[in-house]
């Protein structure tokens, strides 16, 4: 069952295009991550699915609805963000009113978790630290056991030790309850291990989308003599090319190799390694205006 369509959706803020035409479906019970540079329109998207923004034009559905004011949708999910509104209650009390919210909500987990991160009853959700704010957030969002989960940025603030316990939480739940879960981070690298797609926004457009086990094998990297290198990826598409000294060249074009022709590069004598799907996204998310180190020559 497809939970979110959505098809040519944009998105304008006065002047500012934060989606332009995106289309795309997400598939019931899987782990997406929305990935995409600074202001690319993941939060847009996802306050879009989530109903509390509308589209400028659109086709959105959630669970087959118009998602804005929808009622089903509102029951059916939760969005997770640093801007989540709590109820003026300690920490204990916003358990127990998110207890009577959702329908799914697991108390014994969500107790479980809050001792676990060694959280204080009597604290108010507004003194925590930034970490401690998006742990209790993610408390409530793995709690509540929704049928449409979304994460926006989940991780920020928290340390590594955190972030790992995080998706190893969020996958051994996801497991024993599976549901609809898009995450939206900068981390591709830390979540390779959780997602089955990926959902890749540039400019406010799907620039792609999908399986994490295909982005896998999405590019290639060639490093050798220069002359062999281009040789080797004239007429590929190139993600990414970098000089090294004077005769050397390294290369990530697309995959489209067979393993022969890939043996048969080897012996001419160039190293050839894997492009993690992180790195994927980089170079194909890369700006047009250079690298940083432009800026200071
Ligand atoms: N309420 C708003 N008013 C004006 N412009 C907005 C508003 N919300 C978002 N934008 C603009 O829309 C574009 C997309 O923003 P969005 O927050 O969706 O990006 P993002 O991919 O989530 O970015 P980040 O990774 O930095 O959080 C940006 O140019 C942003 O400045």
Redesign the pocket.
Known sequence: MTVVHFQDVSKK??R?K?LNNATFSIEENKITGLI??????????LNIISGFIQATSEEVKVFSEKPFNSLLVSANSILVDDKMSMPSLNLKGILIEAGRFYEKWDASLAQRLFEYFSFDENQSHDTLSKGKKSTFNMIIGLASRCPLTVFD?PTTGMDEAVRNDFYRALLKDYLAHPRTILL?S?HLNEMEDLLEEVLL?KD?ETHLHMPIEDLKNYAIAFKGKAELVKESTKDQSILYQKTHGPDQMYIVSKNTYSEETLQRIKRSGMEISNVTPSEVCVYLTSSSKGGIDDVFS
Do not use: Q
């Open positions: 803020f006065g500012t934060a995409g540079r600074n202001g690319a329109g993941k939060t847009t998207i940025e939206s900068h926004i406010g």
